[in-house]
C-alpha cells in the first residue's frame, strides 16, 4: 500500500515535467523563428544603408535596431527558462530516484530482517524439541531403570504388601528431582518443616498412586490413608484450606 502511494506521485510530477519541457522547446522555436525576423531584418537594414539617409531610412534604422536588442533579450530569457526547466527537470527526476531506491532498501532490510527471526525462532523450537525428545528419553531410561517406581505404579489388587528399604526411598527421591521438576527439592524448600514420613508420604502422591496403592506400601487399610493425608496436611504450613493435600502436591511445580 505505501509503495502505491509512493508511484503516484511520481506519475503525476513526470507529466508534469513532460509538460513543461514541451513549452520550453515551443518557446526555443520562437526564439529560432524570431532569430530569422532579425537576421531578415538585419539584411533589410544594409539595403537602406546603401540608399540616401533620408529621415524615414533613420527612423527605420532607429527601429530595427531596438527590435534587434529586444529579441536578442527575449532570446537569452528563453535560452535561461529552458535551461533551468531542464536542470529542475533532472533534479527531480534524481531525487525521485533516490527516494525509490531508499524506499527499496528499507523494504529489502525489513524482508530480510523478518528473515533472519523466522530462522532464529525456527531454531529456537528445534533446540526445544531436541531438549524435550532428551528428557523425554531420560525419563523412560529412569523409569526402566528404577525398579521401585515400577513397582510402585504397577500395583494392583493382586499385590498384598510391598516393602520399602531406605535405598528404595533414595532411588524414588531421585526419580522424582529427575522427572517430576526437581519435586523433592522444591518440597523440602517449601516445607523445611516436613518430617520424613510427611516427606516420603507426599512422594508416593506424586506419583499419583491410589488410597489402595498407598495403603498397600504402608500395610493398613485404605481409610486409614485419607486419616493420615488429613494429618499430614495439618503439620504443613501455606496449603489453602479448599485444597487437598493430594491436590497441592501433584500441582507443585
Not at 509503495?3 to 511520481?10: G, N, R, T
Not at 528563453?78 to 527537470?89: K, N, P, S
Not at 531403570?145 to 510402585?152: D, F, G, V
Not at 493420615?228 to 507443585?252: C, F, G, H, T
Amino acid at each position: 500500500m505505501a509503495e502505491d502511494i509512493a508511484i503516484y506521485p511520481s506519475l503525476t510530477r513526470d507529466a508534469a515535467m513532460k509538460r513543461l519541457l514541451l513549452y520550453t522547446v515551443m518557446l526555443i522555436l520562437f526564439a529560432c523563428s524570431s532569430c530569422d525576423v532579425y537576421e531578415h531584418s538585419d539584411k533589410r537594414l544594409k539595403a537602406l544603408e546603401q540608399q540616401e539617409q533620408t529621415e524615414e531610412v533613420v527612423q527605420q534604422e532607429t527601429y530595427h535596431k531596438m527590435t534587434k536588442d529586444w529579441i536578442m533579450m527575449l532570446y537569452c530569457c528563453l535560452i535561461i527558462v529552458g535551461v533551468g526547466a531542464i536542470v529542475c527537470y533532472l533534479l527531480i527526476i534524481w531525487r525521485s530516484a533516490k527516494m525509490e531506491k531508499e524506499i527499496d532498501d528499507e523494504r529489502k532490510e525489513r524482508i530480510q530482517l523478518q528473515e533472519d527471526y523466522e530462522q532464529q525462532l525456527a531454531h529456537i523450537s528445534e533446540r526445544i524439541k531436541d531438549k524435550e525428545k532428551s528428557l523425554t528419553m531420560m525419563s523412560d531410561y529412569i523409569y526402566n531403570h528404577l525398579s521401585i517406581a515400577s513397582k510402585l505404579v504397577g500395583i494392583d489388587e493382586h499385590t498384598r504388601t510391598i516393602r520399602m528399604t531406605d535405598k528404595d526411598w533414595l532411588e524414588l527421591e531421585v526419580y522424582l528431582n529427575t522427572t517430576h521438576s526437581c519435586f523433592v527439592e522444591l518440597f523440602k524448600t517449601r516445607h523445611p518443616e516436613a518430617s520424613l514420613d510427611v516427606l516420603r508420604f507426599c512422594m508416593l502422591l506424586r506419583l499419583e498412586l491410589s488410597n489402595r496403592q498407598i495403603a498397600t506400601v504402608y500395610h493398613i487399610a485404605e481409610k486409614s490413608i485419607k486419616q493420615k493425608a488429613y494429618l499430614y496436611k495439618e503439620q504443613l504450613a501455606n496449603i489453602p484450606a479448599n485444597m487437598s493435600l493430594r491436590a497441592y502436591v501433584i500441582s507443585l511445580i
